[in-house]
Nanobody, 116 residues
Framework: QVQLVESGGGLVQAGGSLRLSCSAS????????MGWYRQSPGKQRELVAA???????NYADSVKGRFTISRDNAKKTVYLQMNSLKPEDTALYYC??????????WGQGTQVTVSS
């Protein structure tokens, strides 16, 4: 059974930092690409950052230069370091693994709120 558990969200002032963690179980973590998505009220879920099994990364334009995704295969954990946070980064952040071409697994989400 695949499980993804996010942590690290919270309330922070604009300009501050948070680090999100996503711990995975039930999969051979090292062979899968992992992603962080976010969704705010009234908006579609969007990809924030992704990292391949080889460590290649890509980012949404809105977070480039501020967010960094990384992974620790030994701990089966993917991280999202978020710096210079802005109020528009406020959202529920989800961890994702594309298990097969038709199967995605999601965590329960962790709330990030950035006050101005």
């Amino acid at each position: 059974q695949v499980q993804l558990v996010e942590s690290g969200g919270g309330l922070v002032q604009a300009g501050g930092s948070l680090r999100l963690s996503c711990s995975a179980s039930g999969i051979i973590f090292s062979i899968f690409a992992m992603g962080w998505y976010r969704q705010s009220p009234g908006k579609q879920r969007e990809l924030v950052a992704a990292i391949t099994s080889a460590g290649s990364t890509n980012y949404a334009d809105s977070v480039k230069g501020r967010f960094t995704i990384s992974r620790d295969n030994a701990k089966k954990t993917v991280y999202l370091q978020m710096n210079s946070l802005k109020p528009e980064d406020t959202a529920l952040y989800y961890c994702n693994v594309r298990y097969t071409s038709v199967t995605d697994y999601w965590g329960q989400g962790t709330q990030v709120t950035v006050s101005s």
